[in-house]
């Protein structure tokens, strides 16, 4: 089940990336290599340990997007529950 929530948070994350959302290229760029990396860690699950670097990223890019884009901060909150929850 926290697998699926996290999947849903991913999706809902590469869609506002994918709106015109005021980004730079940098944060577009970080933000979408981050998405990469989760996915490409539930990918390899089981498979590969999973290192503090991984929720570092997600809550660096919390605090990176909390005043200045909310929405998208709220979903990377989101992402770093359920990665929680997974024991990640």
Do not use: C
Request: avoid cysteine.
């Amino acid at each position: 089940m926290p697998e699926r929530e996290l999947q849903s948070q991913l999706l809902e994350l590469r869609n506002q990336l994918a709106q015109d959302t005021p980004l730079t290229d940098e944060e577009r760029a970080s933000l979408q290599a981050l998405a990469q990396d989760i996915e490409l860690r539930l990918a390899a699950r089981g498979e590969t340990e999973y290192s503090d670097s991984l929720v570092d990223g997600v809550n660096l890019a919390v605090e990176r997007f909390e005043v200045s884009h909310p929405n998208m901060a709220m979903t990377l909150r989101n992402i770093m529950q359920s990665l929680a929850n997974m024991g990640i």
